[in-house]
């Protein structure tokens, strides 16, 4: 049979043609992943490849691919604004956190508890029991004996009236009732009408029970009384005084009050009956509870501050005046946008979290509130389907803390 070499041509010229076609879009393939997967080095740019490897120049630098999505545009950003980083991302809570306001304070005496002992007539000191501050002292010891003419005079009286006039029922008991307001007790009176002598001195008792101080009365910038830390005292014996002046003042240990300084931004967070957890001189083992008492009507404007009061029964705990006081006032829950608190990077006037966007964590300011625990508050710059890096300190470089223009003000 003859073959035919125009039909052997024809079908060869075909087979060539559908071969070619085949091939085209694999080649324009191969083009384009080549194009699309090249990978370079972030410090010298120009070193690029098409597969995986490290960099000559830097010594072993891995490369890192270059896509169509712009990465090496968001590499060689500044680092103040922009990083690319593989740490873990986390979202903005809303949720309800209990609030708790810290405060610094220390103990002071309860002005409730504070008692005067005072001389109801003019005369001298003849001898003084009390020989320096702090000095406890109970209800019915000695406490000064004092030499008074007007004492003198109405024991005078009365003796005279006993002795002249004893139908005068009325003058005689006007006469006994004189000495009582002079401070005499029914026993002192008893003892001169028994006697008929004239007591040249009186002996004044105390009421209360107690520690004894000279009564200083000042005023500073925490407390309304401060009474004097040293142990001597100015009164002596042979000194003069005054009808109704105050002596000493005898207080308490028995309550105390704490007094905290309330910050000038958690003013308005606090109010009176409030829930205090506290605990004295660092020992946090002994936490104590108890509730505002008083809040003082006078702000601070030197350390813009408030002093509240909190009642300490002391009976059982003896910690003494002066004290420094650690204390927690448990406040409202509130209820807003939270973030762990070592996502936020505070650079003094600004605070920044690391946001997540194209690929690359952004430096964004944000607003902050109150911190309560290992959380605080986002007033703005966030919501809760933003991504943040979870602990930002990594992130932040010192160029990133001087460059404060690049952080992002959205």
Request: glycine share 6%.
């Amino acid at each position: 049979m003859k073959r035919n070499y125009r039909y052997d041509k024809l079908l060869l010229v075909i087979g060539c043609w559908l071969l070619v076609c085949c091939n085209a879009p694999t080649q324009q393939k191969s083009a384009t992943d080549n194009k699309s997967f090249t990978y370079y080095c972030p410090m010298h740019p120009e070193v690029e490849q098409n597969q995986p490897g490290t960099c000559d120049k830097c010594g072993g630098m891995t490369l890192v691919l270059k896509d169509a999505e712009g990465l090496l545009d968001a590499a060689i950003l500044p680092v103040s604004s922009n990083v690319i980083s593989k740490i873990h991302i986390v979202n903005p809570v809303y949720k309800k956190l209990p609030v708790e306001i810290s405060s610094l304070g220390y103990l002071d005496y309860d002005n409730n508890s504070k008692a005067d002992i005072s001389s109801r007539y003019t005369g001298r000191i003849e001898k003084l029991y009390i020989k320096y501050n702090f000095q406890k002292i109970k209800k019915g010891e000695p406490v000064f004996e004092v030499y008074s003419p007007d004492l003198i005079t109405a024991e005078e009286n009365l003796l005279f009236l006993l002795k002249t006039s004893t139908e005068e029922k009325a003058l005689i008991n006007a006469a006994r009732q004189k000495l009582i307001l002079l401070q005499l007790t029914a026993e002192q009176i008893k003892e001169v009408e028994t006697s008929g002598k004239v007591k040249n001195s009186i002996t004044v008792y105390s009421k209360f029970d107690g520690h004894v101080h000279e009564a200083k009365t000042e005023m500073d910038g925490n407390t309304m009384n401060t009474y004097t830390q040293t142990p001597l005292l100015s009164i002596r014996e042979g000194m003069y005084v005054e009808r109704g002046m105050i002596l000493f003042n005898v207080l308490s240990t028995q309550d105390l009050v704490a007094m905290l300084k309330i910050k000038s931004a958690d003013i308005g967070k606090v109010y009176k009956s409030q829930n205090v957890s506290f605990y004295i001189n660092s020992d946090s083992s002994d936490t104590m509870t108890g509730k505002i008492d008083f809040i003082e009507p006078v702000f601070n404007s030197n350390s813009k501050s408030m002093m509240v009061r909190v009642n300490l029964n002391n009976q059982t705990h003896n910690h003494k005046v002066g004290s420094l006081v650690n204390a927690k006032i448990i406040s409202d829950s509130l209820e807003t946008l939270w973030v762990p608190i070592t996502a936020v990077v505070d650079l003094g006037k600004n605070k920044i979290v690391w946001k997540w966007s194209d690929g690359h964590f952004k430096a964004t300011k944000i607003e902050t509130g109150i911190k309560v625990n290992n959380w605080v508050e986002i007033a703005d710059g966030l919501t809760e389907a933003d991504q943040i890096a979870s602990e930002a300190h990594y992130l932040s470089d010192s160029e990133g803390f001087i460059k404060l223009n690049d952080v992002d003000n959205e």
